[in-house]
């Protein structure tokens, strides 16, 4: 492989990743800044409806649309595959799960009476929610990564004025919050739909059977890895207002807003990942392209991860009002968890792209398993702590499986005892963080001046990148 053609790799990654940078920073980053608007309005017992809400959706999706947004994006991608036929089996589908969630409606509504008052709202953000996302996956297949970001940006502006509108002038609550969610929704839905075109790819409404079977026989096999992801990241809520009630669950939800930082900021990454990954699938240097971009991640991850954690507690003060001042306990381990989850994702690129998909169950199976077993012990005998422990702990299971397993598919290289010695030293600066203990900031100080000498390779490598990057800009521009 050329330098020339290495160079264009790293650059289409870039820039794919500043596009979707804007999007995520607008629909996620903005939105986090509006924290000490919800923890001051509204109870944590209206926190934790609407966000029960929202987690159930995550978790029922990919059983009632059968995962088919997924498979929107790998088939759209593929030059061979009709784009009409792959957007109208993936309009049937987003359909027909709405008549499956309604059917449904007496199981699900055993979950939480919360449910049950606000059936109609959470039938339209599931409607919403699955529109969006396969509309967004079929607008990245088509190249139009600005479009997708400008339309991160609608969403966001929409949010903030419609909170602002319902909760600080009219004064409406959770109904306001909830109303706020659905028009965040419409309007880059509406946006794309025009932006794109999408209307074209409508017309001829027919499904092609052998597209359609192919895209499911992609899809299925993630239903389950997608479930079991979903129990991951989720069941410790449900498990919280089980043995609690749902004001706890709320109270720990609004911790999860610190670690979206670094969840949205690695997310980002792994979007134009995924593209790049798909696109130089079987490439002669697959190995030292994934080798190299994973130390990269891994050193920016552990740095990003611990700087957060640093001032994780200054932050909660200045996000959480009120009762929701103690969800900072839970930051720190849930930011570790953050950074294994994104860590997996990274990994998961290969496996799609090779068409792999059953192989993912697999590694993520085992995390979920641990995760419900320790939640009920940990949630029991540490309390809610407990759950932060838990998540961290089965996404780096999760995490480790999984670059184990993918040698298979492309070798990544990974130095083991640099790598165990550097987590070994972020867990442990998480550990002292949640517990107060006097002399964690010198701990994590030094920590990290550790892992920037183990990694110093690393380190050089991303300098020279920067540097090579910034020379080839200016030159451009001369």
Not at 186 to 210: E, H, N, Q, T, W
Not at 293 to 320: N, P, T
Not at 430 to 447: E, K, P, Q, R
């Amino acid at each position: 492989m050329s330098n020339e053609s290495r160079g264009k790799k790293y650059k289409s990654l870039a820039k794919d990743t500043m596009l979707f940078t804007i999007s995520s920073f607008g629909s996620k980053i903005l939105v986090f800044l509006l924290t000490p608007l919800y923890t001051s309005i509204l109870a944590t017992h209206e926190y934790g409806v609407a966000d029960l809400i929202t987690t159930t959706i995550h978790f029922i999706y990919p059983i009632l649309t059968l995962a088919i947004a997924d498979a929107t994006l790998r088939f759209a991608l593929d030059k061979e595959v009709d784009k009409n036929s792959v957007f109208v089996v993936s309009t049937v589908f987003t359909a027909l799960s709405v008549v499956f969630l309604l059917i449904l409606y007496p199981a699900i509504s055993l979950i939480d009476d919360s449910l049950k008052q606000y059936w109609h709202i959470f039938v339209l953000n599931f409607f919403l929610f699955n529109v969006h996302n396969y509309f967004s996956n079929f607008v990245k297949s088509l190249g139009k990564t600005t479009l997708f970001a400008v339309q991160g940006l609608v969403h966001t502006a929409t949010i903030i004025s419609c909170n602002i509108l319902f909760l600080v002038v009219f004064k409406l609550g959770l109904d306001g919050y909830l109303a706020s969610t659905i028009i965040g929704y419409c309007v880059p839905i509406l946006l794309m739909f025009f932006g794109a075109r999408l209307y074209k790819y409508l017309i001829p409404f027919i499904i092609d059977l052998s597209i359609l079977k192919e895209m499911l026989k992609y899809s299925i096999p993630m239903i389950p890895t997608i479930l079991a992801w979903a129990i991951n990241t989720s069941i410790d809520k449900y498990m919280i207002i089980w043995r609690y009630d749902i004001g706890a669950s709320g109270v720990y939800s609004v911790a999860h807003k610190i670690p979206s930082i670094v969840t949205t900021i690695l997310s980002v990454f792994t979007q134009a990942w995924q593209l790049s990954v798909i696109s130089n699938h079987g490439s002669d240097d697959e190995s030292d392209f994934f080798t190299t971009v994973y130390k990269g991640l891994d050193f920016v991850s552990i740095s990003g991860c611990m700087f957060v954690i640093l001032i994780s507690k200054w932050l909660a003060r200045l996000l959480f009002a009120k009762d929701f001042f103690i969800a900072w306990e839970y930051v720190p381990m849930l930011i570790i968890a953050a950074m294994f989850s994104s860590h997996s994702g990274f990994l998961a690129a290969a496996y799609r792209a090779a068409k792999k998909t059953k192989s993912l169950f697999v590694t993520v199976l085992a995390g979920s398993f641990i995760n419900i077993i320790l939640n009920y012990f940990l949630i029991r005998d540490v309390g809610v702590l407990g759950a932060a422990i838990a998540t961290a702990t089965s996404f780096f299971i999760v995490w480790f499986v999984r670059i184990i397993v993918i040698q298979h598919i492309v070798r990544v290289n990974v130095p083991i005892m640099q790598t165990v010695l550097s987590y070994a030293l972020l867990f442990l600066s998480a550990i002292l963080v949640t517990i107060d203990f006097h002399y964690a900031l010198i701990v994590l100080i030094a920590s990290y001046i550790i892992i920037c000498v183990l990694k110093r390779d690393t380190i050089l490598s991303l300098l020279n990148s920067a540097n090579g990057l910034i020379k080839r800009t200016i030159g451009k521009r001369k």
